[in-house]
T-cell receptor
């Protein structure tokens, strides 16, 4: 079964420090991996995705993510955190491999990022 | 501007009173879906549609209905809401294949009392 795990419910970092939000996945075939961010009272906003190619993917707002096939991970990173980065972050993998539901996204449970001044 | 629009944003209703949450997208996307978000569970797919008049169940379809009469609209219908359907609901649209990202509506916070 395809799945996504975000092992940390919350990550706390100080402003200016690097941040990492962890994600591991299980999927058959080649994965399509995504990160979304949710600010309070807002919908999910797309941050970045991995399809193929370079393992380091750059996205919006200075975020990047590293795809590691051997560890089946897709951790979200940022070199220098901002207070405004505080939000709920979701990792997702496109499921539907071998089924007709090719557009389905399978989400992790979410990680709350708290950046303190 | 490319967007997915859901209405209403907030809704409080009573058990058993039928309700509809509307969803509309302006990107000509073929694939649309509904998710519910619950604490600690992430987002789970309720129903999806591959195209007009083509709908199918997601992971948690019980108690919900959908329709896709037009490409842009994908309403979510709760015929007889129950308190366990209290949740945050998101509509999403995409091209539905491979590495194409999904666009999400702002969400509808539903409370069933």
């Amino acid at each position: 079964a395809q799945s996504v795990a975000q092992p940390e419910d919350q990550v706390n970092v100080a402003e200016g420090n690097p941040l990492t939000v962890k994600c591991t996945y299980s999927v058959s075939g080649n994965p399509y991996l995504f990160w979304y961010v949710q600010y309070p009272n807002r919908g999910l906003q797309f941050l970045l995705k991995y399809i193929t190619g370079d393992n380091l993917v750059k996205g919006s707002y200075g975020f990047e993510a590293e795809f590691n096939k051997s560890q089946t991970s897709f951790h979200l990173k940022k070199p220098s955190a901002l207070v405004s980065d505080s939000a709920l972050y979701f990792c997702a993998v496109r499921g539907g491999h071998g089924s007709s539901n090719t557009g389905k996204l399978i989400f992790g449970q979410g990680t709350t990022l708290q950046v303190k001044p | 501007e490319a967007q997915v629009t859901q209405n209403p944003r907030y809704l409080i209703t009573v058990t058993g009173k039928k309700l509809t949450v509307t969803c509309s997208q302006n990107m000509n996307h073929e694939y649309m879906s509904w998710y519910r978000q619950d604490p600690g569970l992430g987002l789970r797919q309720i129903y999806y549609s591959m195209n007009v008049e083509v709908t199918d169940k997601g992971d948690v379809p019980e108690g919900y209905k959908v329709s896709r009469k037009e490409k842009r609209n994908f309403p979510l219908i709760l015929e007889s809401p129950s308190p366990n359907q209290t949740s945050l609901y998101f509509c999403a649209s995409s091209w539905g294949q491979g590495g194409t990202e999904a666009f999400f509506g702002q969400g509808t916070r539903l409370t069933v009392v």
